[in-house]
């Protein structure tokens, strides 16, 4: 799948919006990437497992980790397609963790996978979890990439879509008086 061929399945599902919307940090911007028009698609979301799987499978992953709640389904499709097993992490008391007897062995060679970086911070919260553990991270896999992160593994990003957000007083939108879309914003990622 290329990128524009992506880029396109999310603009027909509705998961790639363009307007000018309040996003949940309080910026103004053009676009917003509602992940779960993707997520909720099964014949997208084994596309996409699909270019990840072809782009890493050489590194011989040995088991995919994400992030809930919308990297569980991302993760067990690609783990399905690598013929591993799939876990996530989740928050236990506020703090990321492995819950529900989910185990890693310091050789295991993990595949993280998650579907929008903004920050890189649901990613990096996944690594910490996984080196504490003692295991290994042999790339992560990115469906769109809001920003550039390095990650120090190599990076898969199967769009870049950088985010153009401003200020309210400084907002373009604004000062054309276009009125603004808040449909929900704590489902805004950006
Ligand atoms: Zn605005």
């Keep these: 799948m290329t990128a524009d061929e992506l880029q396109a399945a999310l603009v ?5 919006l363009d307007g000018h919307f309040r996003l949940s940090s309080g910026r103004h911007s053009n ?5 779960f028009r993707l997520l909720e698609d099964p014949v997208l979301v084994e596309q996409v497992a699909a270019s990840f799987v072809e782009r890493t499978s050489m590194l011989a992953p040995t088991v995919v980790v994400s992030a809930a709640v919308g990297g569980i389904v991302l993760g067990y499709e690609c783990a399905r397609q690598l013929g591993t097993l799939g876990i ?3 928050k236990e008391n506020g703090v990321p963790a492995l819950r529900r007897g989910f185990r890693l062995e310091p050789d295991d060679r993990v595949l993280v996978v998650e579907d929008v970086v903004t920050t890189g911070l649901s990613v990096r919260e996944i690594f910490e979890v996984v080196r504490t553990a003692g295991a290994g991270i042999v790339a992560v896999a990115i469906i769109v990439a809001r920003a550039t ?6 990076t898969v990003a199967l769009l870049d879509l950088p985010i153009e957000s401003y200020a309210a007083d400084v907002c373009p939108q604004c000062a054309a008086g276009t009125p603004i879309s808040e449909p929900g914003s704590r489902f805004l990622r950006g």
């Design 149 to 154: 992160v390095d990650f120090g593994v190599p």
């Design 31 to 35: 676009r917003f990437v509602q992940k």
């Design 12 to 16: 027909r599902r509705g998961a790639l």
């Design 88 to 90: 996530f992490v989740e």
